[in-house]
């Protein structure tokens, strides 16, 4: 009687192995085609500055509805892409439609605006990333310094040095850089102090937990006081409500971003929710006294 059961559920067990590696497979062959059936889109999520009110960045994330399998979760694909290397060519992709999204919001006015755009570890493993960017704002007519790449801990954790000798030509390019998912990674704050990085973006996870009950926020507040201290701007993401929002401004976190101010959305979207949110703060700046 055990015995069989055993053998059943072996055998349940490996039919759903199939089945996993089958839909992994079916996801890898879509992956290969999306670019050439321009498969992919980008969405954008603004970012404000809680003591101006402006929108100063959009964060590019990447959004891909396959013919085959649908719409697929970035937290999905990406990984995949990595391992099978495709994020280069993906990720040359996503800078190049990025940064001409920039351009033409630059030609619209908006010229105080930054874009954010997540980079691989394999993109920041090659050294031809710092030229691609320069080339790129180049020819789209914007200041490197409205480039921001957001970069993860593990990236500039690892033995290999090209990482890092990358970031700091990206540095001397002019680039903004900042590190995400902040506070889930490992490294100390005497190692990030000696890295290039202008920003922390506080994870998701830690702004998810702040509430009324004081305690709770205490490891929040902790995290912006300690990145001000080695003079990194605070960036939280994960903003949903109002209650996480008034939290964030009283420990003086410097931007925030989620769901409370926008979802990611279509260029067209975000343009116009980025004009129309500019109309409203107007009345706040011009009633500073004239020069
Ligand atoms: P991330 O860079 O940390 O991006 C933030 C994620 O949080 C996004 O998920 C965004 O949609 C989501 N988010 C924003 N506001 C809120 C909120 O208020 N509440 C909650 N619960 N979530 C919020 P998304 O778009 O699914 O992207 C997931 C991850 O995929 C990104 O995390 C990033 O690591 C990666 N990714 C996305 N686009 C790209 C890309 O172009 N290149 C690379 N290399 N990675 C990308
Ligand atoms: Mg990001
Ligand atoms: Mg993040
Ligand atoms: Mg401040």
């Not at 939280?236 to 929002?245: I, N, R, T």
Request: glycine fraction near 6%; proline fraction near 4%; include cysteine.
């Amino acid at each position: 009687q055990a015995k069989t059961e055993g053998r059943n559920t072996v055998q349940y067990f490996s039919e759903e192995m199939d089945a996993r590696s089958r839909h992994r497979a079916q996801l890898l062959g879509a992956l290969k085609m999306a670019l050439a059936r321009d498969e992919f889109v980008l969405h954008f999520q603004p970012r404000m500055n809680l003591d101006t009110g402006q929108i100063v960045s959009v964060e590019a994330l990447l959004r891909w509805d396959s013919r085959e399998m649908g719409k697929v979760a970035p937290d999905v694909f990406i990984p995949l892409a990595e391992e099978s290397g495709q994020i280069i060519e993906i990720g040359e992709w996503v800078l190049r439609e990025a940064i001409a999204t920039l351009g033409r919001w630059h030609g619209l006015g908006l010229n105080h605006l930054s874009m954010s755009i997540n980079v691989s570890a394999l993109q920041l493993l090659r050294s031809k990333l710092a030229g691609q960017i320069r080339a790129l704002v180049d020819e789209f007519g914007i200041p490197e310094y409205c480039v921001e790449l957001e970069i993860t801990e593990s990236m500039v954790l690892s033995q290999n040095s090209q990482p890092l000798s990358n970031l700091w030509a990206l540095k001397d390019l002019g680039v903004a850089l900042s590190l995400d998912d902040f506070g889930t990674g490992y490294s100390s704050l005497s190692y990030l102090k000696q890295l290039p990085i202008d920003a922390l973006k506080i994870d998701k996870s830690f702004v998810r937990e702040l509430g009324p009950n004081a305690n709770d926020n205490t490891l929040v507040q902790t995290i912006i006081a300690l990145g001000h201290s080695l003079g990194m701007t605070m960036i939280a993401e994960g903003v949903e409500s109002e209650e996480h929002l008034q939290t964030l401004r009283q420990f003086d976190c410097d931007e925030i971003q989620g769901y409370w101010l926008s979802r990611p959305l279509p260029a067209k979207e975000c343009l116009e929710f980025i004009q129309a949110h500019e109309q409203s703060v107007r009345p706040a700046a011009s009633s500073t006294p004239a020069a």
